[in-house]
C-alpha cells in the first residue's frame, strides 16, 4: 500500500511518557529522533506542553512541557526532515506559552480533547493556527461518545482551520467495521479536512484498525515504537512500516533503536497487549482500572477482575 | 456478533506442541480441557495423530500421536460438550491406525495439507469420512502458493466428502483485503462446504484476520489459550470469545486457565509477537528462520536478521 499522502506521526516520547510521568532521558529522546528521521518517518511527537500550574513540575519529566528550548536542544545537530508535534489537552489550558511557528522548533500542535471540551480544543487550534502552526483535534474516547454530540462536534470542527481531525479509539473498544463507519461518518462532516487514526492496542487490534483506516483514506496515522503507550499501548510503528510501501522508509534503523533501547525497557516499564487491558477493551472501558490492578499483589487475577469489572457494569 | 453456525476450536495443545515436541502434562491438558468446556467452546484438538516410524516416539511427547486411549484417559469423568478433533499430516501418513468413530473419543480428523499434497490430503479425508468422523482439511500457506494450483486443489476438494475446507494463513503475511478475497475464492470453487480459518499472529493480526474471516461467511474459527502456537502463535482464543456474543459462551473459566497455567507457561515457552516473527511475516516467509535466531545468542539482533532474510531474497 503505497499512497504519497499518508504521514506516519511516531507518538513513542508523548503516549509512552503517560507510563513513566514523561522521564525519559534525553539521549533516549534524542535516539528515538534520530532513528526516525534516518526511517523517513514524517512527524515525532515529543510530549504535551502542560500547564505547570496544574501539573507541577516536581512529579513530571521535561515531556510534559515540551518546552521549545529543551526541544531544540535535543534535536540539534541531527540532520532530519522529521517534522515535530507536540501535544495539549484542551480541558487543561493554563498557564502554557506558544511562540510563534518560526520562533520555535516545533511543527504542529494537536489538540487533545473529549467531545464536551471541543469548544475549548477548538479556541486553542484557532490561536495555534494564527501562530503559524499546523494542527490537528483528536477527539478522545469516540466510542463512548453519544453520536450525535460526536456528530455536532465534528460540524463545529468543519469551520475551523484544523489541519487534521483524527479517529481516536482511547479504549481498544473498536473493531475493523466501526473504524469503517467512523472514517465515513468524519469524511462527511469534515469536507475537505485530512483525517488521522489513533488506535490502542487492547484487543491487538490497533495495527489492524489502524490498517482498515487507511483502507478508508485516513492520512494521518499514529504509531509508536514496539507498540509503546499506556496500558495495552498503541499500533506498532514498525508494523505501519512494514505495511507502507513508500520507498522513503528504511525499517533498520527503527528495529536497531526498538532492539537497543525498547527491548530493555520493556524490562522496567509495562506496555502492550495483556488480560487486564483486554477486559477494558472488550466492555469499552478506561483502561484506568486494569492499569491500577497491574499495581497490587492481585495483577494476575484475571477472571476475578473481569468478573468484577463486568458485575459493575451489570449492576448500572 | 453471534451467528450461531460459528464453531470454535481451540488448538492450544496441537499448535502450542510445536513449540516443546508436545510434552505438555497430563494435568495441563486434562485443565484445558475442563475450561474449554466450561466456557462452552465446540472443538479442541488434542495434537497430531502422527506416524512413529516418521517421529520417533524417542524424541516427542503423548501430543504428538494421540492414542485414543491417551485422550480418553484425559477426558474421562470431565462433563463437556466440546468436541476432539486430532490433525494428519498428509505428507506424513505412515503407521497411524483409525478406530472406527464410535470407538474413539475423536469426533474430527483434519488433514494439515500443501497444495502439492493435495492427492494425499483427499485420500486421508475419504478414509476418515469412510470410518465416520468429521473432516476438515487445512490448506497451509496458502500465501506462498500459485493461485492456479490452489484453485485446482479447491475444486479437487469439492467434490469429497470433507467438511471443512480451512484458509491457513501459515507465514502470518495476510492483511484484511487478502483474507477477504481468500474466503471469496473459496466460496466460489467450494460450494456448499463450510469454511475455516487458522491465522498467525507474526504482524499481530491473527485476531483482526479471524474477524475479517467471519465477516465474510467463515463459520470454522482457529484460536489458542493467549494465543499459544508455534512462532508468533495463534489467535488469541480470549479475543474471539470477547468478540462472539454467543450466550453459551463462558469467559471465565478461560481466563482462570490463563492466570493458572499460560501466564507461568510463557515464562518457559516462547510465543507471542516479536520482531524475528514479524520479519518474516512482511516477508511472506516461514518463521523457520527467526525461530532458529531465537536460539542463538544473537536472538534480538532485529536489524540485522531484517537485513539478513530481506537480502537474500534480493538476490534470488
Not at 148 to 164: F, I, K, M, N, S
Not at 178 to 199: F, S
Amino acid at each position: 500500500m503505497f499512497r504519497e499522502k499518508i504521514k506516519v506521526l511516531d507518538c513513542t516520547i508523548r503516549d509512552g511518557g503517560l507510563i513513566n510521568n514523561h522521564y525519559f532521558t534525553d539521549e533516549f529522546v534524542r535516539a528515538v529522533y534520530k532513528s526516525l528521521s534516518e526511517a523517513g518517518i514524517d512527524y515525532m511527537e515529543m510530549g504535551y506542553r502542560s500547564s505547570r500550574t496544574f501539573a507541577s513540575a516536581a512529579s513530571y519529566g521535561p515531556w510534559k512541557y515540551c518546552d521549545d528550548d529543551k526541544i531544540s536542544q535535543i534535536i540539534d545537530g541531527i540532520k532530519s526532515d522529521t517534522k515535530i508535534s507536540i501535544m495539549v489537552d484542551a480541558h487543561r489550558v493554563g498557564d502554557q506559552e506558544f511562540r510563534p511557528v518560526d520562533q520555535s522548533p516545533v511543527d504542529m500542535i494537536r489538540v487533545a480533547t473529549y467531545v464536551k471540551d471541543i469548544d475549548k480544543a477548538i479556541a486553542m487550534t484557532q490561536k495555534a493556527h494564527d501562530l503559524g502552526y499546523e494542527t490537528a483535534v483528536n477527539i478522545m474516547a469516540v466510542s463512548a461518545e453519544n453520536e450525535r454530540d460526536l456528530v455536532e462536534a465534528l460540524d463545529q470542527l468543519a469551520a475551523t482551520p484544523a489541519d487534521v481531525i483524527y479517529i481516536v479509539d482511547s479504549y481498544g473498544y473498536f473493531f475493523c467495521e466501526q473504524i469503517e463507519y467512523m472514517a465515513h461518518l468524519y469524511r462527511q462532516h469534515l469536507p475537505g479536512k485530512e483525517l488521522g487514526i489513533h488506535c490502542h492496542n487492547n484487543q491487538q487490534l490497533a495495527f489492524a484498525n489502524t490498517v482498515e483506516g487507511i483502507i478508508h483514506n485516513v492520512n494521518y496515522v499514529d504509531a509508536s515504537l514496539y507498540g509503546i503507550g499506556r496500558g495495552a499501548g498503541n499500533c506498532p510503528l514498525e508494523l505501519v512500516m512494514g505495511f507502507l510501501k513508500n520507498p522513503k522508509f528504511n525499517l533498520t534503523p527503527i528495529l536497531k533503536v526498538i532492539q537497543d533501547y525498547m527491548m530493555p525497557m520493556l524490562k522496567e516499564l509495562e506496555w502492550g497487549y495483556l488480560i487486564p487491558y483486554m477486559v477494558t477493551g472488550i466492555l469499552n472501558k478506561h483502561p484506568e482500572s486494569a492499569i491500577s490492578m497491574r499495581k497490587t499483589a492481585d495483577k494476575d487475577k484475571y477472571a476475578e477482575f473481569y468478573e468484577k469489572i463486568r458485575d459493575s457494569l451489570d449492576a448500572l
